[in-house]
């Protein structure tokens, strides 16, 4: 996956689908002439005649690495159209989440493009659900913010101002469960 976003950014790609020239060709498209393939690493299970020659051994799992050259959609003529993403429910996603909220009292302005706690209002800025991938996605976004809402003077008194970059701000970022102590 790195290897596919860096090529992608390297190249200016927007489109994120990636295949072989066989799959291409499967679809009834053609990589353009002149056109490089990205290289690719895969790992398969190792078999011979359709029985996995580790688990007959020894239990233990053995793969082969494999590569392979893939082309972006951008480098192909005849490349499927992609699927207009699937319709979300305007209502809001977690009840239980909502339910919290707002008895926390956070303020909340829905709307823009971005979503981030604003210290000097006190205001959580959300985007709407539908500019959201999923409802979990919203909900997932709102519980963070509402966690930096947390921080403020007349709550727990983080100090948010001026730690981009802090050891500090990152424990902000990371999930409980990923902070250690050193």
Excluded at 59 to 73: G, I, Y
Excluded at 106 to 119: E, L, N
Aim: with cysteine; net charge neutral.
């Amino acid at each position: 996956m790195l290897v596919l976003w860096a090529a992608a950014q390297s190249n200016g790609y927007a489109d994120a689908r990636w295949a072989t020239y066989c799959q291409w060709s499967a679809f009834g498209a053609q990589v353009r002439r002149g056109e490089r393939g990205t290289p690719v690493l895969f790992f398969k299970d190792l078999t011979v005649d359709g029985t996995n020659t580790a688990a007959a051994a020894d239990d233990a799992l053995r793969f082969v690495a494999r590569t392979s050259a893939v082309s972006n959609a951008a480098q192909v003529d005849g490349a499927p159209d992609l699927a207009a993403p699937p319709s979300l429910p305007l209502t809001e996603p977690l009840p239980v989440l909502t339910a919290f909220v707002a008895a926390t009292g956070a303020r909340i302005s829905k709307g823009g493009t971005r979503a981030c706690y604003v210290p000097v209002t006190d205001t959580i800025r959300l985007p709407p659900l539908a500019a959201f991938h999923s409802p979990e996605g919203y909900a997932g976004t709102l519980a963070h913010e509402l966690v930096h809402w947390t921080g403020a003077p007349s709550r727990l008194h983080r100090d948010l101002a001026g730690r981009l970059g802090s050891h500090a701000y990152a424990a902000e970022e990371l999930p409980s469960g990923l902070i250690t102590s050193s």
